[in-house]
């Protein structure tokens, strides 16, 4: 008889493209384990053999009232995890982004009926420190039998923080399977609206403060004065603050016709244009943990330019499959960019190294395996 485990995750295709990890972790380790998938009505899975889903976090995002919302988590929250043990789930696991109260619930709740508990840890520290508790953390992990986390630098965090030792480095796959764009680089520019000789700059994903999108504005008025057909375009949604900040910048250095200014949530139907059209993607991250955005990049086949921070340096190599800047520190930005839009060469032949690496390197079948050997000590 096949093992069954039960994956619990409310976020699903809700503001990003985390649906689209889910359905390459399930993919990876469906081939020997039945998966029960519990998750909003929001979220998209392709049809994957042995595996169920569950919505029973329906409409979970759509009041404005935290009061509201509570309820239909903690609803479908009881819910997923009585439904999973009638049906003789004994191993659950969870997508954490936040080590708050909420998780603790959870984790008390699976334990509470005999089950054992697993948690990917994307982000040690919410990007938002003002709402984490060291002390919160602890009885976190106390709970959990096994701990995934993407990379070894969040692993030593993790072991700062709980003296944990159950930890596992479990890699992000790349988005290779869920990518069927047919347009080229002409026809994505044509969409977009921009000519076909600029050199395009593109920072994608989610517009939070720790990204460092104010590094790369700042850093921009010196990449025109040598190349000025630049256009940096700007693709995503601003997370708990506005863009007025960054408005500043641009008008303070005199940027507005060299921005394309897209500050919204892209749909999944039109993300394959702005990385189709771009020279570079940039990446001017001040803190991170793990990265969709760059392993998007690399699966579409872009050349990237991150911040020199440890977790991006354990997954590309600087002028081979990507390229580094000292991190927060416009001015080793701009001479970056700079040295590259003078290079073009270069660009195509490191971007073709990091399609390379991340198809070799992070596919979701060899993190299935090594997810499945993991399982099979608490099963």
Partial sequence: MKKRIAIIDVLGSHGSSHHFYLSGQI???????????????RTEIPDIENLKCYYFFKD????????????KWTTGMIRSILHARIYSVKVFHFHVFNTNILVLIQLILVKMLFAKTVLTIHDVIPLSEKKYSSILAKWIYRLTDIIFTHNSFSKNEIIKISNKLNIHVIPHGNYIPFINFKYNTLESRNYLGVHKAKNILLFFGMIKEVKGLDILLESLDSVLKLHPNTILIIAGKPWKNDFSSYNDIINKH???NNCI?????IPNH???YYYTAADLVILPYKRIYQSGVLMMTLSYKRPV?????????????????GFFFKS????????????LLANKKILKKVAKNGAELVEKNYDWNDIGLLSKEIYSTIF
């Fill in 305 to 321: 330019l991150v911040s020199d921070l440890p977790v991006f340096k354990e997954i590309i190599s600087n002028k081979n499959t």
């Fill in 254 to 256: 005199n940027l507005r």
């Fill in 27 to 41: 993919a990876g380790i469906a081939d020997s384990i039945d998966v029960n998938l519990y998750t909003n009505n």
């Fill in 60 to 71: 979970l995002f759509v009041s404005r009232y935290r009061i509201i919302s509570f309820f």
């Fill in 270 to 272: 039109e993300v394959g």
């Fill in 328 to 339: 927060e520190n416009a001015a080793s930005l701009s001479m970056e960019i700079n040295r």
């Fill in 261 to 265: 200014l897209h500050i919204r949530f």
